[in-house]
Every structure is written in structure tokens, then in C-alpha cells.
């Protein structure tokens, strides 16, 4: 599993590339790997959803900080 810090590095390199678009990367590969059965994965990718979101959505910053 990922640590915390991998995980929002990861968000923000996710959001620095894709902008918006990353959270339907995200969506799509949670759909992709409940279906083939990797639950494990696709929480984790649930997981880096949610932080994807909080960055784009200004509630977290991309060093992971939560924002006020």
C-alpha cells in the first residue's frame, strides 16, 4: 500500500498533467479493475480519487496540506 506521502505525491502529479481529467482517469481505472476483480487496486485508486479531488477543488495542497 502507499504511503500518504506517495499518494498526494502522486495526486499532484496527476492533476499538474491532467488537470480535471485526471479524476476520470481515476474513475475509469476503479471501474476497469472492480470488474476484473482487483478490489485491492481499485480502492487504491479510489483512494488517490479522493485526493485528486481535494487538490482540484482547493481543499488540499499539492504538498498534501489540507487547506482552510
Not at 506521502?5 to 496527476?14: G, S, T
Not at 480519487?49 to 489540507?66: F, I, P, Q, T, W
Amino acid at each position: 500500500m502507499m504511503t500518504e506521502n506517495e499518494l498526494n505525491l502522486l495526486a499532484a502529479y496527476m492533476v499538474d498533467t491532467h488537470g480535471l481529467k485526471a479524476i476520470q482517469y481515476a474513475d475509469t481505472a476503479v471501474e476497469e479493475l472492480e470488474q476484473i476483480g482487483e478490489r485491492l487496486r481499485a480502492e487504491a485508486w479510489r483512494s488517490l480519487r479522493g485526493v485528486v479531488l481535494d487538490m482540484v477543488e482547493g481543499r488540499r495542497s499539492k504538498a498534501g496540506n489540507m487547506l482552510h
